[in-house]
């Protein structure tokens, strides 16, 4: 049986901190990646720029598989 959901006024300040903490990072990850597509020429992306700009609005997991995999590196 699913647990039922609480609620923002039934959370504990602490976890409410969280949640916003969780917010702000997501947020900022998400800019962070778009702003970069945006100024970084394509030849030095890996794959298409219309494929990481969708991929960078998935939770956590986007922005930080564009930052590690998305840009190349290197002398080439």
């Known amino acids: 049986m699913a647990a039922k959901k609480k ?4 959370l504990s300040p602490t976890q409410r ?4 903490v ?3 990072v ?3 990850l998400t800019a962070a990646a778009l702003a970069d597509l945006r100024r970084r020429d394509a ?3 890996r794959g298409s720029r219309r494929l990481w700009t969708a991929l960078a609005f ?3 997991v986007g922005p930080i598989a564009y930052f590690a ?5 290197g002398g080439s």
């Open 69 to 73: 995999f998305g840009i190349r590196r």
């Open 17 to 20: 901190k969280r949640i916003v």
């Open 22 to 24: 969780l917010g702000i």
């Open 43 to 45: 030849a030095q992306l």
């Open 7 to 10: 609620s923002w006024n039934e």
């Open 26 to 28: 997501q947020f900022a």
């Open 58 to 60: 998935v939770n956590f």
